[in-house]
């Protein structure tokens, strides 16, 4: 075979490896077209308004359930993450309508992690799947606090509707992780409003298509499950039928989430914030009012 005949046979066969190729990759689809916004009403499914004195241990637990009966008897459960804390009972109070996750400066040993700070937390006991996720909160200030409101599901996925380092208590981090697929979608935003100053609304709306986030009820940032090709977020709602690329961290549907609250303290490991200095106001809490989710009503 000549040199001109063999360069078409390769030629040839690399044409044809080149067609016979998946149309689509695995985060590839094909949109039909229609609307992908949400409609309908919301509706309050739970609330807990933190009345009385006393937290309600039907709704929450103070610990990180994650043993096989659901107790605390495990050192992750207190001693969660590389925070310099242990969270414990004492550090979470009710008084007049208020929710206090406190923390301070001591020594308190889990199991075998000894850490120098106590701090407080709550995670609910019960799921919820899509809807809107609301807490009302005030922050702390001071190096080495790191209040966060986040939900965690059963296919390890997570929303973070917030994380703040107080020593800059203006600037909020957003972002949703899916351990199932090793994916990362964040965002950090800057505002005028202090969080410490005064109490705040921040609130995550998720949906089949959406991940929106909002503070004081203004949208901040939205996450698309539809990409388009130039890589930015959908923000129509009719978009034209073709083929999209999904976003590769948005949560999986029918996912069930649990709600989480907790005050963390830093160290030299720790993101958003280091260890507290010497101008930390220790002890010191996170003060929540309530905390709400709403699901979507059917229009009739």
């Known amino acids: 075979m000549g040199y001109n005949s063999r360069m078409k046979t390769i030629l040839i066969l690399l044409l044809g490896a080149v067609m016979l190729k998946p149309v689509f990759s695995q985060t590839d689809t094909l949109f039909a077209g229609g609307s992908i916004c949400s409609s309908g009403?919301?509706?309050?499914?739970?609330?807990?308004?933190?009345?009385?004195?006393?937290?309600?241990?039907?709704?929450?637990?103070?610990?990180?359930?994650?043993?096989?009966?659901?107790?605390?008897?495990?050192?992750?459960?207190?001693?969660?993450?590389?925070?310099?804390?242990?969270?414990?009972?004492?550090?979470?109070?009710?008084?007049?309508?208020?929710?206090?996750?406190?923390?301070?400066?001591?020594?308190?040993?889990?199991?075998?992690?000894?850490?120098?700070?106590s701090s407080g937390m709550v995670h609910s006991r019960h799921q919820f799947g899509m809807g809107r996720y609301e807490i009302c909160c005030k922050l702390p200030y001071g190096m080495g606090f790191w209040p966060a409101f986040w939900i965690y599901g059963n296919e390890a996925s997570e929303i973070d509707v917030f994380e703040i380092g107080c020593q800059r208590p203006r600037r909020h981090h957003m972002g949703i992780i899916t351990d199932r697929k090793h994916s990362t979608f964040d965002k950090r935003k800057c505002y005028l409003k202090n969080f410490s100053k005064d109490f705040h609304i921040f609130a995550m709306e998720w949906d089949a298509n959406f991940v929106r986030f909002f503070v004081d009820n203004k949208e901040v940032w939205k996450v698309s499950l539809l990409q388009p090709k130039c890589g930015k977020i959908m923000r129509r709602c009719n978009p034209q039928k073709g083929k999209y690329k999904?976003?590769?961290?948005?949560?999986?549907?029918?996912?069930?989430?649990?709600?989480?609250?907790?005050?963390?303290?830093?160290?030299?490991?720790?993101?958003?914030?280091?260890?507290?200095?010497?101008?930390?106001v220790l002890p010191n809490q996170m003060e929540i009012d309530w905390i709400r989710v709403y699901e979507r009503g059917v229009n009739k």
């Open 41 to 117: 009403e919301w509706q309050l499914v739970f609330a807990d308004e933190f009345n009385g004195n006393e937290l309600d241990r039907n709704n929450w637990y103070t610990w990180y359930p994650y043993t096989i009966d659901g107790s605390d008897q495990c050192e992750f459960c207190r001693a969660h993450g590389e925070g310099g804390q242990i969270f414990v009972d004492s550090n979470v109070t009710v008084t007049n309508g208020i929710l206090k996750l406190s923390a301070r400066r001591q020594e308190v040993e889990w199991y075998n992690e000894k850490r120098g700070y």
């Open 246 to 280: 999904l976003q590769p961290a948005f949560p999986q549907a029918g996912e069930k989430f649990n709600i989480i609250a907790n005050l963390t303290i830093g160290t030299d490991k720790t993101p958003f914030t280091k260890a507290p200095d010497q101008r930390t």
